[in-house]
């Protein structure tokens, strides 16, 4: 990182740039702060600062404004997530800053001077604003960790107005109940319109843009295949997946056949250069019929359904939903094993070629993400965080909220009964019995038949010395034994389900787990699955029963969907 050039960027824009609206006539000013939802399309922050339809006071009266609204539209780069103090790859930032390039594109392509970049600490800069007579608006994004307390800052601070537009739930004692039906409705509903010709939109030249930032912060994105952001970009993805979507059941899997099998759209919902309601709205008008559509759909309610986790409870980016889960693992903790993981050298080819595509390319498909979980947590037996951490770091389509969750869930830290455990042989056989995708990763394996790719050790040694690969040597053998390993999980993973499950039974926890079956589902599991700590009928004590369902649809591309079943501890291999 250019720590110089950072520094020398300051905080922008300068005080004085900023126009005083303080005594002035006419509508108030109001900045647009875009983060995540980098479009001038369905973006209901942009729609309520342009809205000429007036505020209402404290009292509720409407206060009519004469002439246009005036609206700033703004980005901040915040030094937080660049360099050593942010959690993402260069990827990624050259990714959002593609993206905002194309947001000042659409500014302009609709008749306006365009997008003001600034720089520095985001409550500093929009205070510089409040000052000068602005109001700010922003979207109501999920969040955790240091966006929350940002946000809570400016909203506590500075008067910062956040405006719901993401369909998701908020403010409601029971957010499952009805809530597929409530998502139905917010997606069948008009998108966030406004007008460009009745709103007076400014912008302050501060010297800035993407590139200067990168250069400031010597962002170099080192890895490949990486898509180019923004919503031309996006729109065209759109269109051409939705043509061929009778064809992406049958790709979801296959790490080779899901690069382009897939929708390829999760970065641009990632970063908001889509909305999921115009996708939605898109997919169901232009896609015939079929298996291919329906499951894509089911894809975007579980988009919504993992967000509205982290809605429910900022905590899922830290720790354990389940407090009886919390720091399992944490006494195994082997930086050697986790060094190995990241760096795809376990000795388990299928997610050895994953993690170095991850590194590569920052992208997997769902399967070879829950797999590579999986292993992680079930087989090396190692903190769950650390490892969400790092694909939070690497995925290009990391979205937080689907992140952690999924980790989660994956790992079996929320209390459902079931594991969804990968066996990494069988996925070798199942997905890539060819040896495609693992001889592109693991250059090292491409003259081991591939027969023997599923577990390279047992290759003979005639055959390793006929192919010239030496397990051991030009591949290491399996950092653990993966039968004893998994055999050891279990018996430790079932001592302490029944009271993880137990722990269901308690409202807080299940608010915080935000099953699709809301309270009454986790209560439900509490009665039918729990023991130990809230034992007996602590569910039907309660008084809560399993008739508040509200569903959304688990699984997606761009997470791996960690489905519970079967018996109590029982573990599901794949």
């Known amino acids: 990182m250019g720590a110089d050039e950072a520094e020398a960027l300051a905080t922008l824009p300068e005080t004085d740039r900023i126009q005083s609206l303080i005594g002035a006539a006419g509508h108030p000013g109001t900045v647009v702060w875009h983060r995540e939802d980098l479009r001038i399309a369905d973006n209901a922050a942009l729609a309520a600062a342009a809205s000429p339809e007036g505020e209402r006071d404290p009292e509720g009266a409407t206060a009519e404004r ?52 600034a720089h520095g600490d985001p409550v500093e800069l929009l205070g510089r604003f409040v000052d000068a007579g602005w109001d700010v608006v922003a979207t109501r994004d999920p969040t955790g960790r240091y966006g929350l307390r940002r946000d809570e800052r400016a909203r506590e601070r500075l008067g910062v107005r956040f405006v719901d537009g993401d369909g998701l739930v908020r403010d409601d004692d029971r957010p499952r109940r009805g809530w597929k039906e409530s998502v139905e409705s917010w997606l069948a509903a008009d998108p966030h319109d406004w007008d460009p010709r009745a709103v007076a939109v400014e912008r302050i030249d501060t010297g800035i843009d993407p590139g200067t930032v990168a250069d400031a912060y ?68 232009h896609a015939p019929d079929g298996r291919g559509k329906s499951m894509f759909v089911s894809r975007l309610f579980w988009n919504l359904h993992y967000r509205q986790k982290l809605v429910d409870w ?194 807080t926890v299940a608010r915080r787990a935000s099953l699709s079956g809301g309270i009454g589902g986790a209560a439900s599991i509490a009665a039918e699955h729990g023991e130990g700590e809230l034992e007996g009928g602590a569910a039907g004590d309660r008084g809560l029963g399993a008739g508040e369902r509200g569903d959304g649809t688990p699984g997606d591309e761009a997470g791996g969907p960690a489905r519970c079943g079967g018996a109590q501890t029982g573990l599901d291999e794949f």
Request: glycine share 8%; aromatic share 10%; charged share 25%.
């Open 66 to 117: 004469a002439g246009d609204p005036r609206v700033l539209p703004l980005f901040v780069f915040d030094p937080a997530f660049y360099g050593d103090r942010g959690m993402a790859c260069d990827a990624r930032i050259e990714f959002l800053h593609d993206c905002l390039r194309d947001l000042d594109r659409q500014y302009r392509d609709v008749g306006t001077p365009g997008l003001t970049y």
């Open 218 to 285: 010597d962002v170099v994105g080192e890895k490949s295949m990486v898509p180019t952001g923004g919503r031309e970009a996006g729109r065209d993805r759109l269109k051409s997946f939705t043509s061929r979507i009778g064809e992406y059941p049958g790709s979801i899997s296959s790490p080779v056949d899901a690069r382009d099998g897939t929708s390829g759209l999760s970065p641009y919902l990632r970063f908001g250069c889509l909305s999921v309601r115009e996708v939605h709205r898109h997919v169901d008008e």
């Open 314 to 507: 900022p905590g899922w980016l830290d720790e354990a939903v389940n407090p009886v889960m919390r720091g399992f693992n944490r006494d195994r903790h082997d930086p050697e094993l986790v060094e190995a993981w990241k760096a795809g050298k376990t000795g388990f080819p299928m997610v050895d070629a994953s993690m170095r595509s991850l590194r590569e390319t920052g992208w997997l498909n769902f399967r070879m993400r829950a797999l590579c979980a999986s292993v992680y947590f079930h087989v090396l037996q190692q903190p769950w965080l650390i490892g969400a951490d790092h694909f939070h770091e690497h995925l290009i389509d990391s979205v937080a909220a689907i992140n952690y969750t999924q980790w989660q869930s994956q790992c079996g830290l929320v209390g459902r009964p079931g594991l969804r455990l990968y066996n990494p042989h069988k996925q070798v056989r199942d997905q890539d019995p060819d040896g495609e995708f693992i001889t592109r990763w693991v250059p090292e394996l491409a003259e081991l038949p591939a027969e023997y790719l599923p577990r390279p050790a047992k290759a003979p040694l005639a055959v390793q010395d006929d192919c010239g690969v030496r397990i051991g040597e030009d591949y290491p053998y399996p950092v653990v034994d993966y039968e004893a390993a998994r055999l050891e999980f279990r018996d430790r993973y079932a001592a302490a389900y029944p009271r993880a499950a137990a722990r269901l039974a308690d409202e």
